[in-house]
Every structure is written in C-alpha cells, then in structure tokens.
C-alpha cells in the first residue's frame, strides 16, 4: 500500500494503538511525531495494538521539522475539524500521508497555518459533537485513501 499515516504528538496510547492495528491491516507506515503523551511500551498501547504491534512499521521523529527531514513525505493531508475540503473530495494519489494532531487539541497552530490548503475534514452533520475519536477519524479517512488506491483490484 502506498500511502501513510501520521500522528503529531498522540496523547492516548489506546488510540495510538488501535491506529498502529488499522495500518498493519492496511499494510502502510505509521509514523509518530514527539512529543509522545505515553511510552512506546506501555502496556494499553500494546494490548489496543494485540499481537499486530510486532508487525507494524512504525518510525518516530523527535518534531515535526525532522520528520519533513527525515521522511520527506510527498503529499499531505491534514485531518482536521477546520478543514474546508471533505475527505470525500480529495482524490487521493500513491504517495500520498494523512496526519493527524492529538486527541485534546488537534494539531500544532503552526501546521494550520502552514498547510492551510491541505486541511481536510470528515463530513459531520451532527450538531453536538466538535470531532470524533482519533482511532475512528483515522481509520476513516485510511480506509478511504485505500478504497481510492486499490480496492477496486481486490474485487
């Protein structure tokens, strides 16, 4: 599979690890920006990840500047409540990373202005809530990058 995702600076390790199950299942990269709200061998990460966790292809980065350094990402999305474009109108190309901030504030200020083309949000017609749970947010949108990539071949 030929698409990533990115987690800037996570909080929860249950989400952390639900995540790094959905990318085995997809076969993608699961990078971690620090700082991290956990360790990496905390036991609710470890139990959200199951026995997936050994499998996972996951790279951490000491802040965002050396992961642009360092992985030199191609394309990206960023998922987020103030994005104008839906999810469901980005057309999504092999290459292509989809990051996501943390569970309490979303991402860094910074990042909002600096890729304020690439917000990108998942469609919430409900008026009560401000956002979904991050596990949920990224399997949504992984599971739409796939679909768009290459589905259609598994069929």
């Known amino acids: 599979m030929d698409f990533q995702i990115t987690l800037v600076?996570?909080?929860?390790?249950?989400?952390?690890g639900a995540?790094?199950?959905?990318?085995?299942?997809l076969g993608v990269r699961l990078n971690?920006?620090?700082?991290l709200g956990f360790q990496l061998n905390e036991r609710s990460l470890r139990r959200a990840g199951l026995d997936y966790w050994e499998h996972l292809d996951c790279r951490v980065y000491d802040d965002f500047d050396a992961?642009?350094?360092e992985?030199?990402?191609?394309?990206m999305h960023f998922l987020s409540t103030h994005g104008s474009v839906?999810?469901?109108g980005v057309r999504f190309v092999p290459g292509d990373v989809l990051v996501f901030g943390n569970e309490s504030s979303g991402l860094p200020p910074e990042l909002y202005d600096r890729y304020?083309?690439?917000?990108?949000?998942?469609?919430?017609?409900?008026?009560?809530?401000?956002?979904?749970?991050?596990?949920?947010?990224?399997a949504i949108a992984a599971y739409e990058c796939f679909r768009q990539l290459t589905a259609f071949?598994?069929?």
């Not at 600076?9 to 952390?16: G, L, W």
């Not at 995540?19 to 299942?25: C, E």
């Not at 083309?117 to 990224?138: E, F, K, Q, Y």
């Open 153 to 155: 071949d598994l069929w």
């Open 9 to 16: 600076r996570p909080e929860i390790p249950h989400n952390t």
């Open 67 to 69: 992961y642009l350094r």
């Open 116 to 138: 304020r083309d690439s917000l990108v949000r998942i469609p919430m017609p409900g008026p009560h809530a401000r956002s979904i749970n991050l596990a949920n947010a990224a």
């Open 86 to 88: 839906s999810l469901y």
């Open 71 to 75: 992985a030199r990402p191609r394309r």
């Open 32 to 35: 971690l920006v620090r700082p």
């Open 19 to 25: 995540i790094g199950r959905l990318a085995v299942g």
